[in-house]
């Protein structure tokens, strides 16, 4: 079987996405083919267009882990789906086997993958996944909606929930608002009354940040993040950083903390590499603690809250996926509040 996607045969600038024709055979036991209607992007999109050391890639490699779409076809001994259904995938990967996965802590499996980071993702019309990857979509989410979700909840909702225990009692920072990670772990805190600062870039995505639920918002490029926080908490700092940005922002965010507070890292796009003063870390007892994704059974938590509203898919832009050397380039930008979504039909 033959189908149209956006590929990488190598990796550099937007302009190494094309459109092919590739090969996809028959759904191997216990997979199922998904006709995909819409794929969201992320950070990790650019990244691995660009290469990431210890990645190896089978080309044309397909990038997209935030994907969407009804069930094409069952491959041999495939449970839980029909023909037909609407669903959203799982965009992590693992063994199913091991000590992580049978413990309900799949993401910490040796063998993880996400999808189009180091496995084909859903930049094509169609995607074979493994059953346990699929949940059933809300009715009251549609395709566009749906994509902007995945990734982004699993990431916020064990950073917020499960790594920091964030309740009423505390002040977060959540770095970049308009991201989706950032939208969403807004959200989560609130549902649960925590008060929530936030930072944006420029100045009309202040509103927009707001009607999220922030109450405080610092524009990161005018104001001094860490005095900031400082100013808006009489002094003390915040209990808990949210940050995915790294770079210099994370020194920024150590010192926004407040003593015995926590920094969950779930990401780095502004760098990996970066000299904090340890001092800062074990004398005012400041926690860093690492997080990535979350289990499936996290996302699955979650459906009631996306299914009734009370977690919301913040959508910035939609171009149709063949438009993804565009949409690229945009992201990269960073002029986007919200989700850029690809819409594959």
């Known amino acids: ?115 189009g980071e180091n496995t084909q993702g859903g930049y094509g019309e169609y995607l074979d996944v493994p059953d346990t990857n699929l ?18 909840t699993l990431t916020a909702w064990q950073a917020m929930y499960k790594k920091a225990h964030v309740g009423p009692h505390h002040t977060v920072l959540v770095q970049a608002a308009g991201s989706g990670v950032g939208s969403i772990a807004i959200q989560l805190c609130k549902l649960v009354g925590a008060r929530v600062i936030t930072t944006v870039g420029a100045k009309e995505k202040v509103k927009p940040a707001k009607e999220l639920g922030a109450d405080e918002v610092i524009l990161y490029q005018e104001q ?23 770079g210099e922002v994370f020194e920024a965010s150590l010192r926004a903390c407040a003593w015995g507070g926590k ?24 926690e860093i603690l690492g997080s990535t994704m979350g289990s499936k059974g996290d996302l699955a938590a979650a459906m009631p809250l996306l299914a009734d509203g009370r977690i919301k898919p913040v959508v910035g832009l939609i171009l149709p996926l063949w438009e993804a050397r565009q949409a690229h380039e945009i992201l990269e930008q960073r002029k986007v509040f919200g989700k850029i979504v690809l819409q594959v039909r």
């Not at 990038?63 to 969407?68: R, S």
């Not at 005095?227 to 949210?242: A, H, I, P």
């Open 1 to 115: 079987m033959k189908m149209e996607a956006m590929v990488l045969e190598r990796h550099g600038g937007p302009e190494v996405l094309e459109r092919k024709t590739v090969d996809i055979g028959e759904p191997a036991p216990c997979q199922v083919r998904v006709k995909v209607h819409a794929v969201a992007m992320n950070h990790m999109d650019l990244w691995v267009r660009r290469g990431l050391p210890n990645v190896k890639h089978v080309y044309p490699h397909r990038l997209g882990c935030d994907v969407v779409g009804e069930v094409e076809a069952l491959g041999p001994g495939a449970r839980g789906v029909s023909v037909g259904n609407r669903v959203m995938v799982q965009p992590g990967v693992s063994c199913g086997v091991c000590a992580a996965c049978v413990g309900g802590h799949d993401n910490l499996c040796k063998q993880y993958r996400i999808l």
């Open 135 to 152: 949940l059933a979509l809300p009715p009251n989410l549609d395709f566009v909606q749906a994509a902007a979700l995945p990734l982004c």
């Open 224 to 246: 001094d993040l860490a005095k900031e926080c400082k100013r808006l908490t009489s002094g003390r700092g915040v209990d808990v950083v949210f940050d995915h940005v790294g």
């Open 263 to 286: 920094i969950i890292t779930v990401g780095a796009t502004a760098g990996f590499s970066q000299k904090i003063d340890l001092r800062h870390v074990f004398f005012r007892q400041i």
